[in-house]
């Protein structure tokens, strides 16, 4: 649904693209991960059609972005890093002038503002300015005017940056609910946990450059096996533990006194658990937590990120 | 059918405009405030001390310098407009939308143009209400009319082009330091014969000032005034810079 090659940019001096490729299947949601500067958004600008690329090609929805800009205009919405909404008219306002903007005509448009409106739980704010909505609201009305002709393909470029949990953890809702009825998504975060919990399969990008993709859990996978962590209740003991981990696991344990935790690589999740539960009940080692971890999404974050700028 | 849009996307631009107004009464009579005030302000403050060269009324002298200024405050409202949507997103959710640049700047435009008519309007009745008069028939009055609208379309090409630039509302403060001696700095308040030699000849050729002149001759008021081709000249040559300049910006993919 979404596929780039080699896409370039430059601004002056900078080279804010630099070979970019993409490929995002129909109906998945995909996110686009990177450091600040990465070139996260300028990607998004190219394909929803805002910028043009100094080389390289893009399609979206089937259309070349360059090419057909007007036919992708057609299939795409787009949620930029602000709540792009006039905050001059009432929410029903807004989505009413996008909607006849988008050619839905007087009555249609009026009908999908009110139904957008209540889907997005902004019925009772409807008639006041947006100008006086929460950062979460007006967030939620830019989402909703993203939607209003039921895009093919809808862009999400750091959509949930400045907003609180609570308003974070709605707009999340939204997007899953989107994804379920079929939308593709492309969606640029800079919370990795963000793309943890929508993201079918993600991109990496530092400095311009692809420098990973494929799912969460193939990306962290590349950063190595799975820990067995065990937090023993007495600090006397945990040499003991160490040395039951050594046993179970499939590699050195490291011991951090502090936390009174030891912890081994596993390859078998499953069986080192049940081994480990099993063996420390039969010493009668008392656990305060025992747990499979994998690498989270920041640790291989930092390590893709800190590796292409070495 | 792309015509038929044209016209329809132009038109729902320029109702958003509409609406604001609507929603927002008190910024629409603020603005049409403040130009009566200045008129006031210089017709009963500073007003006694001035003397109109060649004699004559200095309200009568004033009024027409007034409407041209009116015009030019105008470009106020355009660029924070237009800046305020460059800077919030919504000019970039209009170009992801298919509607033409045209059709954005035409209701720009049109909202603009309708805003003006209607601060000359107040002005024009306020104009009466302090003794004001034009004398030479109303041809010649709905011609100086036309001459001040043409003034202010030609300036709300460089308000889009100076908002599309520098992009941001709060750089108004700047716009202002720009517009306000351009402003002062013309036949609009006193005679350019008034002034120092090399002061004069710049007021003079101000553009604001040619619409000032044409405008004071059509309705016969005293004082500097001047013929109708540079009222006309000006502005077209405003527009022929401006127009394509700005248009270019909406465009440009950067």
């Given at each position: 649904m979404i596929t780039a090659e080699g896409l370039t940019r430059r601004f002056g001096p900078t080279t804010a693209l630099d070979g970019f490729d993409l490929d995002v299947p129909a109906g998945t949601v995909h996110g686009l991960l990177g450091p600040n500067g990465a070139g996260k958004t300028t990607a998004v600008r190219i394909l929803t059609t805002l910028l043009r690329p100094d080389s390289g090609r893009a399609r979206v929805a089937g259309h070349d972005v360059v090419r057909e800009a007007d036919r992708v205009r057609a299939r795409i919405g787009l949620v930029g890093q602000q709540a792009a909404v006039d905050e001059q008219l009432s929410g029903r306002q807004n989505l009413e002038m996008f909607g006849r903007l988008h050619h839905l005509g007087a009555a249609r448009a009026r009908g999908r503002a009110a139904e957008l409106l209540d889907r997005f739980d902004l019925a009772e704010a409807a008639d006041r300015p947006a100008g006086r909505y929460s950062g979460g609201m007006r967030r939620r009305l830019d989402l909703a005017t993203g939607l209003l002709t039921d895009p093919a393909v809808l862009f999400l470029d750091e959509?949930?940056?400045?907003?609180?949990?609570?308003?974070?953890?709605?707009?999340?809702?939204?997007?899953?609910?989107?994804?379920?009825?079929?939308?593709?998504?492309?969606?640029?975060?800079?919370?990795?946990?963000?793309?943890?919990?929508?993201?079918?399969?993600?991109?990496?990008?530092?400095?311009?450059?692809?420098?990973?993709?494929?799912?969460?859990?193939?990306?962290?996978?590349?950063?190595?096996?799975?820990?067995?962590?065990?937090?023993?209740?007495?600090?006397?003991?945990l040499g003991e533990a160490a040395a039951l981990l050594a046993r179970i696991g499939d590699g050195e344990p490291r011991v951090d006194p502090d936390r009174r935790l030891a912890s081994v690589p596993v390859r078998d999740r499953v069986a080192a658990l049940t081994e480990a539960a099993r063996q420390l009940a039969d010493r009668g080692l008392e656990a305060e937590d025992l747990g499979v971890r994998r690498p989270t999404l920041d640790e291989v974050f930092l390590a893709l990120t800190v590796r292409s700028a070495a | 059918m792309t015509a038929y849009w044209m016209v329809s996307d132009s038109w729902i631009l320029t109702r958003r405009t509409l609406l604001h107004w609507r929603n927002q009464p008190a910024q629409l009579l603020l603005g049409l405030l403040f130009p009566v005030m200045v008129l006031l302000m210089?017709?009963?403050?500073?007003?006694?001390?001035?003397?109109?060269?060649?004699?004559?009324?200095?309200?009568?002298?004033?009024?027409?310098?007034?409407?041209?200024?009116?015009?030019?405050?105008?470009?106020?409202?355009?660029?924070?407009?237009?800046a305020a949507d460059a800077q919030r997103g919504v000019t970039d959710r209009f170009r992801t939308m298919p509607i033409s640049a045209a059709s954005v700047v035409t209701g720009r435009s049109l909202a603009d143009m309708l805003n003006a008519a209607v601060s000359l309007a107040v002005l024009i009745a306020c104009g009466l209400?302090?003794?004001?008069?034009?004398?030479?028939?109303?041809?010649?009055?709905?011609?100086?009319?036309?001459?001040?609208?043409?003034?202010?379309?030609?300036?709300?090409?460089?308000?889009?082009?100076?908002?599309?630039?520098?992009?941001?509302?709060?750089?108004?403060?700047?716009?202002?330091?720009?517009?306000?001696?351009?402003?002062?700095?013309?036949?609009?308040?006193?005679?350019?014969?008034?002034?120092?030699?090399?002061?004069?000849?710049?007021?003079?050729?101000?553009?604001?000032?040619?619409?000032?002149?044409?405008?004071?001759?059509?309705?016969?008021?005293?004082?500097w005034t001047g013929p109708v081709w540079p009222a006309v000249v000006w502005p077209l040559v405003l527009l022929a810079v401006f127009g394509p300049l700005a248009v270019r910006r909406y465009r440009r993919l950067t």
């Open positions: 959509p949930t940056t400045g907003l609180d949990p609570r308003a974070r953890t709605e707009v999340w809702r939204t997007i899953r609910a989107l994804a379920a009825g079929g939308a593709t998504v492309l969606l640029t975060t800079q919370y990795l946990e963000e793309a943890d919990q929508l993201a079918d399969a993600l991109t990496v990008i530092d400095r311009g450059r692809v420098v990973a993709a494929g799912t969460a859990d193939e990306l962290k996978g590349r950063l190595g096996d799975d820990h067995l962590d065990v937090v023993v209740r007495d600090p006397d003991r | 210089f017709a009963y403050l500073f007003g006694g001390a001035m003397v109109v060269p060649g004699g004559g009324d200095y309200r009568e002298f004033l009024l027409p310098g007034m409407f041209a200024l009116t015009m030019a405050f105008g470009l106020e409202n355009t660029y924070t407009a237009v209400a302090v003794g004001w008069r034009w004398h030479h028939g109303i041809g010649d009055a709905l011609l100086a009319v036309a001459l001040l609208l043409l003034l202010r379309y030609a300036l709300l090409w460089l308000g889009i082009w100076l908002a599309l630039t520098a992009g941001k509302p709060e750089t108004l403060m700047a716009v202002q330091i720009l517009v306000w001696p351009l402003a002062f700095l013309s036949s609009v308040f006193t005679a350019p014969e008034t002034m120092p030699a090399w002061l004069g000849t710049i007021a003079a050729w101000n553009p604001l000032s040619a619409t000032a002149g044409a405008t004071r001759e059509l309705f016969g008021n005293p004082g």
